[in-house]
């Protein structure tokens, strides 16, 4: 049986991963901005954390770890998105998508970390996206966060070197989940990009209802907490998105890149 500190836990892939570790028999401290909408199970507690305030953020983990003794394993699942065109994206907003999907992100696995380190072992997840390599048009603040996170989540590693403290990078492509409906959009009165806007939301909008569903996620995510050496990185998705695209893209100079997400997206 493993504790597990997940952020999240309320919707989507967080709720799907709660589930189905509560179902395997761990303990799960599971975050929520209003405790109301965790699950009421046995060995699943629910705790109140808003990543958009760093004392928030403190309280939580620390009120958590003194319930649980220790934490395995952290999952740094939570984050919303913003949709606006990036030439005029308010400082403000930008600053916003930080501190939810890399400070605070970034605050957690520090605060875990200095107890695993001291344990000797342990496991983080932290849930970036395949956004951070191909980018979602009129995303860029998220794009750019999940970047962030992504190559913080590679300079653990290297520092970590052989510690028994795994760091593993979730790159999650399209999953079916209420994303969208937590996407935040600013009301410009300019109207140059509103055509390009409205293209590039009908795709986002229709890929994610054909996309898999947030049960795939958990599933990995018990392999990766059963494994005795998890994979630095992974991509979870349908099989063009978790496999084949990112092979491609691997391989194919910046203007083919851009080219192809352009097309993907209709602009
Ligand atoms: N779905 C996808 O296609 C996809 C693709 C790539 C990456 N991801 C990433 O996967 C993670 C989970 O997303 P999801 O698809 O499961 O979305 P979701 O269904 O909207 O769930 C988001 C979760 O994050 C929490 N949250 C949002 N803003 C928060 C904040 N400021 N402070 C604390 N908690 C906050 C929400 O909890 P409350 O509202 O209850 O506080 C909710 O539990 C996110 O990091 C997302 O960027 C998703």
């Not at 795709?203 to 994610?208: G, L």
């Amino acid at each position: 049986m493993k504790k597990v500190f997940i952020t999240g836990a309320s919707s989507g892939i967080g709720l799907a991963v709660a589930k189905l570790l509560v179902a395997e028999g761990h303990e799960v401290w599971g975050t929520s901005r209003n405790i109301e909408r965790i699950p009421k199970m046995p060995r699943w507690h629910a705790v109140r954390l808003d990543l958009s305030d760093p004392r928030s953020i403190d309280q939580a983990f620390n009120a958590a770890v003194a319930e649980a003794g220790n934490f395995d394993v952290l999952i740094n699942n939570a984050g919303a998105g913003h949709f606006d065109s990036a030439e005029l994206l308010p400082l403000e907003t930008i600053t916003s998508q930080f501190q939810v999907l890399v400070f605070g992100q970034i605050q957690l696995m520090q605060r875990a970390l200095a107890h695993m380190q001291t344990r000797g072992e342990g496991l983080i997840i932290n849930v970036t996206s395949l956004a951070s390599r191909l980018p979602v048009p009129f995303m860029a603040a998220y794009n750019a966060a999940k970047a962030a996170l992504a190559s913080f989540t590679m300079s653990i590693q290297l520092e970590l070197g052989n510690s028994r403290v795994h760091v593993v990078d979730l790159q999650p492509g399209d999953i079916r989940t209420e994303f969208n409906e937590g996407v935040s959009k600013s009301a410009t009165a300019d109207t140059r990009y509103d055509a390009k806007i409205t293209k590039t939301w009908e795709v986002v909008e229709r890929v994610m209802k054909n996309a898999p569903g947030p049960d795939l996620v958990a599933r990995h995510v018990l392999k990766l907490i059963n494994a005795d050496r998890p994979p630095p990185r992974i991509t979870i998705g349908d099989l063009f998105q978790s496999k084949i695209a990112p092979l491609i893209f691997r391989f194919l100079p910046q203007r083919v890149r851009l080219w192809g997400l352009k097309r993907y997206y209709d602009l």
